[in-house]
Structure formats: C-alpha cells, structure tokens
C-alpha cells in the first residue's frame, strides 16, 4: 500500500527502516513530550527488534516528503474492537509544517473507504497543546480525561479522544 497526497508519500513501514526510525527514536526521547510516553529505544538491536515488530503488525506507516524522500516520521494505528486507535510520531525537525496533519488525514480517509473504519481514537496528554489541536483539526472530540501514570512518580491528565466518520 502506497498513499500520496500533494507534498507526501506514504507506505507501510518495512523492517529495514530501522535506523531511521532509531533516529526519530532518538529525538522523540529528547524531546519535551517524552514525560508523557514510555521511552523509545536508542540502541540498534532494540531499536531493530521495535521496528521488526511494528512492521509486522502492518498497522504502522511511515511518511516522506517527495521532493527528497526523507522519512519525517510515522503514523500508527492499534484495532481496539470496532476502533483504531492512533499514534504519531515526527522527527522535530518537520514539526509544525503540517506534515502529521496531512499523512494522519490521508491514512484515516483509507482506512475509513478501503476498510470500512467508522471509529478511530487517540490518547494524548492534555499540556501536550500541539498534539491536542492535531486531534481536534482532524475533527476528534475530547470525550474524558484521566490522570496517567508510566512510572508512578510523574503522572498527568492524559484526554481520550473520539472521531466517528460515516462512510457512503
């Protein structure tokens, strides 16, 4: 499977795309909204192990610009019952020029025509501002809160969001 939109392409993660993600591993762990996930691994042979089993699942897409084929980041998604649950993650580098918004969009709209998807939902710390405002562009509606804890010293409030699209 392969996606494009104007600026993007985008296709199934493969298992020798593990240094790139290692990468956004990296960043994403030394990044301000690593308190509000479990950490990524840095080394290659964890980093290749997470990689292998993401691919395997085929849920997981990974996102390039066209014009230079660099991979910015990946967009992912977990069945829950009758629902995907989503999750992103973006190099820093390609944050705030709407690349997240741009892919996600894309891949819910194929999910919701080529699968028959009808419920997605997604988890994101409510200070996480710029993950929240993604959410409600793409048209998910904050629809409880809750205090989350990884290691039981820092917790959070953490919103569980909702989109229902209709299919034709």
């Not at 993600?21 to 990524?40: C, R």
């Not at 820093?92 to 009808?118: D, M, P, R, V």
Request: hydrophobic share 35%; net charge negative; proline share 2%.
């Amino acid at each position: 499977m392969r996606l494009e939109t104007s600026r993007l392409y985008i296709r199934r993660l493969h298992e020798t795309d593990w240094q790139e993600m290692k990468n956004i591993f990296i960043d994403f762990n030394n990044s301000q909204y690593a308190v509000y996930d479990m950490p990524l691994p840095t080394k290659d042979e964890e980093a290749k192990a997470l990689t292998k089993r993401f691919a395997d699942s085929n849920l997981f897409f990974v996102v390039f610009r066209k014009e230079s084929s660099d991979l910015l980041g990946y967009v992912c998604f977990h069945k829950d019952g009758d629902n995907y649950d989503l999750g992103y993650c973006f190099h820093s580098a390609y944050h705030s020029k709407g690349y997240a918004y741009e892919s996600t969009k894309a891949l819910i709209e194929y999910f919701a025509t080529k699968c028959g998807a009808t419920g997605f939902t997604a988890g994101t710390a409510i200070d996480n501002i710029p993950s929240c405002r993604l959410l409600e562009k793409l048209g998910f509606v904050c629809v409880s809160t809750e205090t989350v804890s990884f290691d039981k010293v820092f917790s959070f409030q953490g919103g569980n969001f909702e989109l229902n699209v209709k299919t034709e």
